[in-house]
């Protein structure tokens, strides 16, 4: 091999084994730290005990910023993660003043606990692809609620009452989803399409949409 073809192979070898370019990862926009300290202030001014998070990113799309643990709202609610501090805030408020009167003056019970399927997953929204489709459940900023559970023994769920042919419990629900639109920037039911058939989405990202 002469001197020239040996380095046009080295020079070829060195393309091979050059790795790819990877396509940018998305960005996440999160909170400032200024707004975060703020919203924890808000959340012990209501008298809410929480559990500030480490940020951390989680995926393409993905992350955990200015997130809380929420230890005790007034209202036990079930399945509840990492919740960005906005949210939160939304959500005890909701919960304290928008679902838990309601239950007891249109229903004639007190609330026990809202049960609901989650708040944070590294997903899209539903029927879409790729990473700038994310959820607002990939940065912690929606909750889904499935069901209210009642202190006689009732539970008020969205998938098989929000039909119900009983006038006080769709007025509960109704009430609730109408509370819920004041206080969160997107919120969708069962009459916005088939996927939110079993749960309400609540989402605090001020859209201003309210189905």
Not at 99 to 119: C, D, K, N, T, W
Not at 133 to 153: M, T, V
Not at 169 to 195: E, I, K, M, Q, W
Request: proline share 7%.
């Amino acid at each position: 091999m002469t001197w020239v073809s040996l380095v046009l192979a080295l020079a070829a070898c060195g393309r091979m084994e050059r790795p790819a370019p990877q396509p940018p990862r998305p960005e996440v926009a999160g909170p400032s730290a200024r707004e975060t300290a703020q919203c924890f202030a808000d959340l012990r001014a209501l008298g809410v005990e929480f559990q500030p998070l480490p940020d951390r990113r989680t995926g393409p799309g993905c992350a955990l910023i200015g997130t809380v643990k929420l230890l005790d709202i007034g209202v036990p609610t079930a399945n509840l993660g990492a919740i960005r501090c906005g949210q939160a805030r939304a959500f005890a408020a909701w919960a304290r003043n928008g679902v838990a009167p309601a239950a007891y003056q249109i229903l004639g019970s007190e609330l026990s606990r809202i049960v609901s399927m989650g708040s944070y997953a590294c997903r899209n929204t539903v029927g879409t692809t790729g990473p700038a489709r994310r959820s607002g459940h990939a940065i912690a900023n929606a909750i889904d609620i499935a069901a209210f559970e009642l202190k006689d023994g009732r539970r008020i769920s969205i998938l098989s009452d929000w039909h119900s042919p009983d006038p006080a419990v769709r007025r509960f629900l109704t009430t609730s989803h109408t509370s819920a639109c004041r206080r969160f920037g997107t919120v969708l039911s069962p009459d916005y399409n088939a996927a939110h058939r079993d749960h309400l989405h609540l989402e605090d990202d001020g859209a201003h949409f309210c189905r």
